[in-house]
């Protein structure tokens, strides 16, 4: 395994859909995840390249963590097929999660002769929430793939009845017409991501990192969003200027149009890229001062020749031009905002009764791909 000078950690989901770690991996090659309580739902490919991290506690913990996550599976299943997500929307919309908490708390003064650990009870809350919100993305990249699935069908019966472009669209609206396309409400992962993003840094403020410096890696920018929404809103108020510090910096090729086949030998061949390990070393200078001038310059400048080394690549291994469109990746640096002023936007009481731990008081750094 080859040596990380910083970690790149999946924010702050616990599930990876195939195209978003096809680009993580293609630039940076290792990814690093938190684990609730199940494992990180990977593509089988990537599981040797993504390195689970789970916090570390006593049998007794654990016994009550599953004991309180199943009081809740068994709530959910109890109110129908979508029991999962109304029991996250009644005890964990709410700021604060008074009623969660107070549930959890009454349940472990329940199961143990022992006080109440008020730290042991933020960490429980966190686990059982991420794990029911793991299960909740599991269910959506599923119906994502169903829905893949009958948009394939679709293509081989119009090309079946023999029809022509202009045909094909008028079958297409007239389904979408008798049946609409389906999509979870809460599309992209997207559900209570605030709270997510406070629980997630309760459980790495106790995994233990292993580098001082870490990058946030998210799904979209939904996320980028959330999490710095309530600092913005804070700056803005106190009539502080607010730099976002935001730069696309690449455009990769639709690498999710290659076949299982084709992207292992693309990320086989993207690793001898020169202009890729170029980019790396030149992103790592940037993360550990994202505010200088000249170090954006060279981050810019090396992310521009390996988009032109990958463009090359495509043709060379695809034989055919690379399209215009693409999964543009996205570098979020916010101008004087740290790691945990970012966890205390979100979760004041998980910062102040857990500390601040592992968390890094570095720059925040966020990537993310659209």
């Known amino acids: 395994m080859q040596e990380k000078m910083f970690q790149l950690f999946l924010f702050p989901h616990s599930v990876l859909p195939e195209g978003a770690a096809r680009s993580f991996l293609t630039l940076w090659g290792r990814l690093d995840c938190?684990?609730?309580?199940?494992?990180?739902?990977?593509?089988?490919?990537?599981e040797p390249l993504c390195e689970s991290h789970v916090l570390v506690k006593d049998d007794g913990f654990w016994e009550r963590v599953r004991n309180i996550y199943k009081g809740y599976q068994d709530l959910g299943s109890r109110v129908?097929?979508?029991?999962l997500m109304a029991v996250l929307s009644r005890d964990w919309a709410g700021e604060g999660a008074p009623e969660?908490?107070?549930?959890?708390?009454?349940?472990?003064?329940?199961?143990?002769?022992?006080?109440?650990d008020p730290a042991d009870?933020?960490?429980?809350?966190?686990v059982v929430f991420l794990e029911m919100a793991k299960e909740l993305d599991i269910r959506e990249l599923e119906l994502s793939m169903d829905l893949k699935q009958v948009g394939h069908l679709e293509e081989k019966l119009f090309k079946a009845l023999g029809a022509d472009e202009e045909d094909s669209a008028e079958l297409q609206r007239a389904l979408e017409t008798t049946n609409p396309p389906l999509s979870p409400d809460w599309g992209h992962f997207g559900y209570l991501l605030r709270q997510r993003i406070g629980?997630?840094?309760?459980?790495?403020?106790?995994i233990g990192v292993k580098q001082q410096t870490m990058v946030l890696a998210a799904l979209g920018r939904d996320v980028v969003e959330d999490a710095l929404d309530a600092l913005q809103t804070a700056r803005e108020r106190q009539g502080k200027v607010w730099n976002r510090?935001?730069?696309?910096?690449?455009?990769?090729?639709?690498l999710d149009l290659l076949s299982p086949i084709a992207f292992a030998e693309w990320l086989e061949a993207v690793q001898g890229l020169e202009a890729r390990n170029q980019f790396q070393k030149t992103f790592e200078a940037f993360i550990m001062a994202p505010t200088e001038t000249q170090l954006s310059r060279e981050l810019s400048d090396s992310a521009h020749a390996l988009e032109q080394s990958l463009k090359s690549l495509w043709v060379q291994l695809r034989h055919e031009t690379l399209g215009a469109d693409g999964a543009r990746v996205?570098?979020?640096a916010p101008e004087n905002v740290t790691y945990q002023e970012m966890w205390r936007s979100l979760d004041r009481t998980g910062l102040e009764v857990l500390g601040t731990g592992s968390v890094p008081r570095q720059a925040a750094i966020l990537v993310h791909v659209e």
């Open 100 to 116: 969660t908490r107070g549930h959890i708390q009454s349940v472990l003064r329940g199961m143990s002769p022992k006080p109440f």
């Open 121 to 126: 009870g933020l960490l429980m809350e966190a």
């Open 245 to 254: 510090g935001e730069t696309r910096i690449l455009t990769l090729p639709r």
């Open 199 to 206: 629980f997630w840094f309760r459980l790495l403020s106790r």
């Open 330 to 332: 996205v570098v979020t």
């Open 34 to 46: 938190l684990r609730a309580i199940g494992t990180v739902h990977l593509p089988e490919w990537a």
């Open 80 to 83: 129908g097929e979508d029991g």
